[in-house]
């Protein structure tokens, strides 16, 4: 029986309703009532028990956190990786069309931080094209000052579902990992820009933009308000060559999707367990099937009809059926301008522990492909 088998439900449930009745019901019967005991004890510790892990395996069901026995028990997973497409050289020296941030307008002297001589700061923005409120943590690298010449590269850091930009660094502790690649010259020093990505926080919105007035414009929040904030409050530089994408699971296709349908903007994508059509749940799906919105956000089609300048670093696992199907198919797809570096695992599941290896391989890899990044 498959761990994601619907009959494992099935069988824990049966499990559970049995243990259930026969509590109820004082099964079995004895004139012993030290033995009685005994059984009322054990059919609640297997009632509780079974229950606990129904409610687990309904879940991993839904997040595919573990896909088999074999990934539950902690099988190691072989790994292969590959280069398609052009070369990162072509990807970033490409000609793209659109603005990027060199229209906008820094001011002479940027505004104070609000937590001065903190590493991390924290901002509550609303974007003036989306309208979107929500809260923006900022990572700036060691030494840094607004008053300096110098400007910085940048990272947009997107978390996953449900999540929030502090995972950045109580789970997976992007601040450690970048200080060390700094501090070993295997990476510029960078700022880190993390937005909460979906608004309202509750709502899985894909970081799409509503077709509705009514409805959240969460790509022209990501993609337009939080560059123009960003480069307006901080000393970073605008070139597109100096500014990347970087996720996991939701966040992961959100980095996509702003890499591939903003590439005047970011010259570069960290996709981790990603994926490449967006997944909406049942409680909310904004984009009606085989509509012009619907093309335009899936990226396996635009990726197959005309690649954009966007160096890609990809992971995923085989077994993971939410980010390895369309993750393939860009691989398949992928040819120059567009330059895809991937690590494929043959097994894993849905989880932090399994792309968390790889966060640091996969910020290597951005210290030497995009310029901006380069030490």
Known sequence: MELTSGWLLVVLGVVAVVAFVLLVLGYPRTRRRWLGGVSRGSEALVLTLTVLLFAGAALNDQYLFYVSWSDLLGSGASVSAAHVGGTARQAVEAKVKGPGLGPVQVPPVLPPLPQPGQRIQRYMVTGARSHVTAEVLVYLPPGYDPKAAKKYPVIMALHGL???PEGYFTGLHIDQTLDALVATHQMAPSVVVIPQINSPSSLDTECVDAPTAAGPKDETWLAHDVPTWTVTHFAVQTARTSWAAMGFSFGGWC????????PDVFAGSIVLEGYFRPDFSRAYDPITAGSAAARGYDLVRIVRADPPPIAMWVMASRSDS??????????RYARPPMSVTSVLLKTGGHRVAIFLPFIRTSLTWLGQTLPGFRP
């Open 162 to 164: 449900p999540g929030h």
């Open 255 to 262: 980095a996509a999707m702003l890499g591939i349908r903003h």
């Open 322 to 331: 939410l980010s390895y199907p369309t993750t393939a198919e860009v691989l």
